[in-house]
């Protein structure tokens, strides 16, 4: 008995170690899978020298394709037709970053449950509720109707797969290993839904939420006094004073009366400061070559891999330089042979909530136009790794899904819903964002650029333009709703056709300007024009610091250089201390401050306001700020249940310049009536003693690049496969806005002229993979300010560019 015991044992116990070894526990990989030597994560280690040249031959190919990969590992792709260019740009996409390509579009998707189980079932819902998918079935017909973005979507999956079927399980990217699934195959909708990603990203905040609230709160009166519907202080991208030269159409309808619609129980997120971008483009007049200068520095989330692919595309009829979106074939923001463009988020109003009436629990009839109407289920089923697959239903009015009849508990996503609400969003209507860049990279002049534009829909965006013609331009772009005045700006009442959008702004008709007296354009998210614009796009857009500091710096310039521009996009200057700063300290009564606090005021006295990565004034000003904001809103407009945000920077400033005895800083909750001096002083104590206790002494651990503490995170929050901190400058407010993980994505300057010269960095590298010496190369000449020159090539053996190894691909 005791040997058959032992027996056993000798069979169980192998078994269960098998077994485990095998298989995924919670957050853990299968480690004999991930430690085999054959297909764990070793192989993922990459040479540092490279075969200097390949020869491959694919199916789906139609001519032969020459691929050369310069010091960088960026591709210049040499291709004879259309077809094969996007082939291959999918290919090589693919090779260096398959894992990102497709995290992303799961993510969109809501399918990582498939990957991660029951845990993310909620974010899943959340991504389908939202009707991301929806969106990028509408946007993928629009694709396909063209036949040349039909063409570009096409090829390019089909290089993605010529990739994906040539992979070994040991040559997988290491987070397939960790987590422990397989790529699929590649189809035309994933590269729509990394759009529709891109969307969400910069057009899916909304404050209506937030003000229906204040209204029901305090009233009309205080809604219109302080979140007014143009900033005191502003400096719009469309120049002040611009005549518009159209006839506007009047929307059919607006109202006499302001519906007071709100729910008590609406959790909500302030749209946060920072996701926004800068670009310019000055005429020759300006500058020492005598030829036009953009530069586009895009602001967002910064993850490794980077959010953008670097790359060149030649064909006959094209020959392209920048940047591109994994996953999306084409260029977004770069140059060619004769202009250069670049975007940022114009931060329109294109995401409406209705507040629905349904005529019972089964969500089956809605209340519109004075009869019930039908809604339309969708059904979503969602596969759940290890368990059975979930079918959520969203019902769909003719405004858009009914993201929440009931709100899950505890989570967060969901806190900037409104329950029982649809939602009108423009990423659901039918697009072709890609044909804007088709034509965009093969554009040669201006009437290149503004047809290009007629196809864009969203998400809106500044389209900045320059070309060797000496013509520069802005154009505040994308598909507009045609509103009446602040439709959007509170929650909406659904049964009201009324409320309903009122049509389409032409694209003729958007915000534009050409060549300007001033000779420069620039835009960084403020305000698209002045208050003569006769439609309405927004009533809130960011603050205008940032665009002051550029307008001020290019309407002085002359002799201007790319080095010049590329110094002017890491300036570090605050407009916002320029204001505020000085009144601050007059307030302070250095009396009654201990001896940290009178050597912080000593600091900050002679501060010069620029936010340089060792400037302990900057860390004191920047907090400081943030309290007393806090101290003079947060009681009034912090209350349970009660979602509200707080008024806006330029309108708190204006309050503390010009309205010193304003009832708003008194502090409700206490007997005593609190002053603006108050406030002003209890800021700065709880600065310096807040900074004190968490840093020591003041001395280097105060200094503002430490309290910062910019870095590149993994783009799934991998520990050890993001960057270390950087100690660099930057904040949100001054032209180089830089906060702890967001900031300039790629920074870019061109040259027009004969011959082209491009400027850029971004922050990370080209490879996806942590084993290579690509995946972050590029981090540090990024925090430093600089820029590599761009090897714009006129043929695979060009001799100006720096080329380390060859990839031949032809036909199968």
């Not at 939202?130 to 063409?151: C, H, N, Q």
Request: proline share 6%; charged share 25%; net charge positive.
């Amino acid at each position: 008995m005791i040997n058959k015991t032992k027996a056993a044992v000798c069979i169980i116990i192998p078994i269960l170690l098998a077994y485990s070894l095998n298989t995924k526990f919670g957050n853990t990989p299968p480690l004999l899978k991930f430690l085999n030597p054959f297909t764990g994560f070793w192989q993922n280690a990459e040479s540092t020298s490279l075969k200097p040249n390949k020869k491959i031959s694919l199916k789906g190919m139609t001519k032969e394709v020459d691929i050369s990969f310069d010091d960088r590992m960026i591709p210049h792709i040499f291709a004879q037709n259309d077809h094969d260019v996007y082939f291959a740009q999918g290919y090589v996409t693919a090779m260096h970053r398959l894992w990102q390509m497709d995290f992303q579009t799961r993510f969109a998707a809501g399918r990582l449950c498939e990957v991660v189980g029951q845990k993310a079932i909620e974010l899943d819902k959340y991504q389908r509720r939202m009707g991301m998918v929806y969106g990028a079935e509408k946007s993928l017909e629009g694709m396909m109707k063209d036949p040349e973005s039909k063409r570009m979507i096409n090829a390019y999956t089909a290089g993605i797969n010529a990739y994906i079927r040539s992979l070994s399980k040991a040559k997988l990217p290491i987070e397939y290993k960790l987590l422990d699934f397989e790529p699929e195959e590649w189809t035309p909708i994933k590269c729509a839904l990394l759009l529709k990603q891109m969307s969400a990203v910069l057009a899916m905040g909304s404050d209506e939420f937030y003000m229906t609230n204040i209204r029901k709160k305090f009233g009309k009166e205080i809604v219109k006094d302080l979140f007014p519907d143009y900033p005191f202080n502003e400096d719009p991208i469309i120049p002040a004073g611009t005549k518009w030269d159209f006839n506007p159409l009047i929307p059919p309808y607006e109202p006499d009366t302001e519906e007071e619609l709100g729910n008590s129980d609406i959790q909500t997120k302030q749209k946060e400061e920072g996701i926004g971008s800068n670009n310019w483009a000055i005429s020759g007049a300006k500058t020492a070559s005598g030829y036009p200068i953009l530069a586009n520095d895009p602001h967002l989330d910064l993850t490794l891999p980077s959010i953008w692919y670097q790359i060149q595309l030649h064909t006959p009829g094209l020959n392209a330089y920048g940047v591109s979106l994994p996953g999306a074939p084409g260029i977004i923001i770069g140059f060619n042979q004769h202009i250069a463009w670049g975007v940022t988020n114009v931060a329109a109003d294109v995401l409406d909530f209705y507040q629905i009436k349904f005529k019972d629990s089964s969500h089956n009839e809605y209340w519109y136009n004075n009869e019930w109407k039908k809604t339309t289920p969708r059904y979503e089923k969602i596969k759940i790794r290890g368990g059975k697959t979930v079918t959520d239903t969203v019902f769909y009015t003719h405004q858009g899904p009914v993201v929440y009849t009931q709100k899950p508990d505890n989570f967060t996503k969901s806190g900037n819903i409104p329950s029982g609400n649809a939602l009108k969003w423009i990423a659901h209507e039918e697009s072709n964002e890609l044909k804007t860049f088709y034509v965009l990279n093969r554009a040669k002049n201006y009437a290149d650029y503004r047809m290009a534009l007629t196809y864009y829909t969203a998400p809106a965006q500044n389209f900045v333009f320059a070309s060797a013609e000496n013509d520069i331009a802005i154009t505040a772009n994308g598909k507009f709703p045609l509103k009446w005045k602040d439709q959007g700006k509170y929650i909406l009442d659904g049964s009201n056709p009324k409320n309903d959008w009122q049509g389409w702004i032409p694209a003729s008709q958007n915000p534009t300007v050409k060549n300007p007296p001033r000779n420069f354009v620039s835009s960084a998210n403020q305000s698209s024009t002045d208050t003569t614009y006769p439609y309405y796009i927004n009533w809130e857009f960011s603050p205008y610091e940032r665009a002051k500091r550029i307008n001020n710096r290019l309407s002085v310039m002359t002799n201007a250089t790319a080095d010049g521009i590329r110094l002017m996009q890491t300036d570090s200057y605050s407009i916002h201390a320029q204001n505020v700063l000085n009144p601050l300290l007059q307030m302070i009564d250095q009396e009654k401050l201990n001896a940290t606090q009178k050597e912080a005021y000593r600091i900050v006295s002679k501060w010069n306001k620029h936010y340089d990565a060792k400037e302990i004034a900057a860390s004191i000003f920047d907090m400081w700020y943030s309290r007393l904001r806090y101290n003079i809103w947060d009681d009034e407009f912090t209350i349970a249940d009660i979602p509200m945000r707080y008024p806006s920077r330029d309108r708190t400033v204006q309050l503390i310049l010009k309205e010193p005895n304003a009832k708003w800083f008194d502090n409700i909750h206490t007997p005593q009536k609190e002053t603006l001096n108050d406030l002003v002083n209890e800021a700065f104590g709880y600065t310096c003693d807040s900074l004190e206790r968490k840093y020591g002494a003041i001395g280097k651990a105060w200094e503002w690049a430490n309290i910062k503490g910019t870095h590149v995170p993994h783009l799934a929050k991998i520990p050890g496969f993001g960057s270390k901190k950087l100690m660099i400058g930057g904040g949100k407010m001054t032209i180089n806005a830089l906060s702890e993980t967001n900031g300039p994505s790629w920074r870019m300057v061109v040259e027009l002229g004969k011959n082209p010269k491009g400027h850029g960095v971004f922050p990370g590298g080209q490879s996806g993979n942590p084993g290579s010496k690509f995946y972050d190369n590029m981090i540090d000449v990024w925090a430093k300010g600089e820029l590599y020159d761009l090897y714009f090539m006129k043929s695979p053996d060009d001799a100006s560019a720096k080329i380390i190894s060859k990839l031949k691909i032809s036909k199968k």
